[in-house]
């Protein structure tokens, strides 16, 4: 799978747009872009992922740029309880399984503030 | 639809023991994936069973290992605990038959090992 690169932390008012960028340079053309949460002494949450074009769902926006190497998480209007650390993950969809593990690196832990 | 469950919770363990950690897998999913999760750092996967055999394994040894069951819940055997075994184990359920599955985690187990 892919290695990814993501500042460790970002502030963000509450209200506002969170955008989490993540950096995917070597992806291959069979990765996936996927983003989970994990808010404190919870398991990873699933929000968004995709391929090559950009991807909207009742959580968030996922903008992916034209060559793939990078990509945005958009947070539209940001609250509290999106106070959490933010992976992007890269990786191949396999049908059989044996691909099917996440690599996850450190994250960004996003804090929204008042 | 449920979701995914692990139990125990919480779970205090002395060193060279053995633990069985439990994980119900989500309705309709097939595959079950434990990840473990050291303070700090973000989830790294163990293995993965899909069928009842294993399907994929991350870098542990193998007095970690695990059961899948035919209703597709799960166990996690670690022997010998050592301190640094002392985590927030995660499962994960998904369904293979598809790309781009999404994961669906539980809460995890929190071991400490003394």
């Known amino acids: 799978d892919a290695k990814t690169t993501q500042p460790p932390s970002m502030d963000c008012a509450e209200g506002r747009a969170a955008n989490l960028p993540c950096n995917h340079s070597t992806i291959s053309g069979n990765e996936y872009v996927y983003w989970y949460r994990q808010i404190h002494s919870q398991g990873p949450q699933y929000i968004i992922h995709g391929l090559k074009n950009n991807e909207t769902n009742e959580m968030a926006s996922l903008i992916i740029t034209e060559d793939r190497k990078s990509s945005t998480l958009i947070l539209p209007h940001a609250t509290l309880r999106d106070t959490a650390v933010y992976y992007c993950?890269?990786?191949?969809?396999?049908?059989?399984?044996?691909?099917?593990?996440?690599?996850f690196g450190t994250g960004t832990q996003l804090k929204v503030e008042l | 639809e449920t979701g995914v469950t692990q139990s125990p919770t919480h779970l205090i363990k002395t060193r060279g023991q053995q633990v069985t950690l439990r994980c119900s897998s989500q309705?309709?999913?097939?595959?079950v994936s434990w990840y473990q999760q050291a303070l700090g750092q973000g989830p790294q996967f163990i293995f993965q069973y899909y069928r009842e055999e294993e399907n994929g394994r991350g870098n542990f040894p193998p007095r970690f290992s695990g059961l899948q069951f035919p209703n597709y819940s799960s166990e996690l055997n670690v022997n010998a605990l050592e301190l640094d075994d002392s985590a927030l184990y995660l499962c994960a359920s998904s369904f293979i038959g598809g790309q781009g599955s999404g994961y669906t985690f539980g809460s995890g187990t929190r071991l400490t090992v003394v």
């Open positions: 993950i890269v990786r191949v969809a396999s049908l059989t399984g044996g691909g099917n593990k996440l690599t």
């Open positions: 309705s309709g999913h097939n595959t």
